[in-house]
């Protein structure tokens, strides 16, 4: 299947700093990216959806200047997490579709530590 | 609103034992159904999916699941389950409104005993 690469794979930053995690899909253009962040033992939460050349589409609760997401290219969507705090500490995972409602390809997921 | 519903939190199997996780959606049109599977600390891999046609499913590493519109179910199964399919399970659907999200259902824990 595609491959969608997920960098870092884990990050540990201070209190009030910024995180930028890197989504890019490596063998497929990606019309629409997902982020998600996931609790520990819970479920995939979807925190914003992005497609190609427009800002990205929140769901209700995600702070959107909090979790800044750019969907630059095709085959690259950031997620930036600015003025972290411990509570934001957690799980990311992206994910990459090519077309309208196919399959979602995953990244690996990121583990942010806030300290 | 559309929803997928995982009623079980964790199974535990005995190696070689036959295996149904469940899965229901709430959903008027046909949707499309996922199941995708994560390892500790890992990202998802995609096991199988229905879109229409035959409503039995093959996947990978041996599973199927069954689309059932009249229980609004699409149970994954396997016949005999290994150790290393101890894992979660998440069943997952793509609402078909403008949005076209993914949306997943709260987990099942798979534990297998020897």
């Known amino acids: 299947g595609a491959v969608v690469s997920q960098h870092p794979s884990w990050v540990i930053c201070k209190s009030g700093t910024s995180v930028k995690i890197e989504c890019r899909s490596l063998?497929?253009?990606?019309?629409?990216m997902f982020w998600y962040r996931q609790f520990p033992k819970q479920s995939l939460m979807l925190m914003a959806t992005?497609?190609?050349?427009?800002?990205?589409?929140?769901e209700q609760g995600v702070e959107k200047d909090k979790f800044l997401i750019n969907h630059a290219s095709l085959t690259l969507s950031t997620l930036t997490v600015t003025s972290a705090h411990p509570e934001d500490s957690s799980f990311y995972i992206c994910?990459?579709?090519?077309?309208?409602?196919?399959?979602?390809?995953f990244g690996q997921g990121t583990r942010l530590t806030v300290v | 609103a559309q929803s997928v519903t995982q009623p079980d939190i964790h199974i535990t199997v005995s190696e070689g034992a036959s295996l149904e996780l469940r899965c229901n959606y709430s959903y008027g049109a046909t949707p499309y159904l996922f199941w995708y599977v994560q390892s500790p600390g890992q990202g998802l891999q995609l096991l199988l999916k229905?879109?229409?046609?035959?409503?039995l499913v093959q996947g990978i590493k041996g599973f199927e699941a069954e689309f059932k519109r009249s229980q609004s179910s699409f149970n994954l199964r396997k016949p005999s389950v290994h150790w290393s399919d101890a894992a979660e399970y998440f069943c997952?659907?793509?609402?078909?409104?403008?949005?076209?999200?993914?949306?997943f259902g709260s987990g099942t824990r798979l534990l297998v005993r020897p």
């Open positions: 997952a659907v793509v609402l078909m409104d403008s949005s076209y999200k993914l949306i």
């Open positions: 994910s990459a579709r090519a077309g309208t409602y196919g399959e979602a390809f």
């Open positions: 063998d497929f253009q990606a019309t629409t």
């Open positions: 992005s497609n190609e050349g427009s800002k990205a589409t929140y």
């Open positions: 229905y879109f229409s046609g035959d409503t």
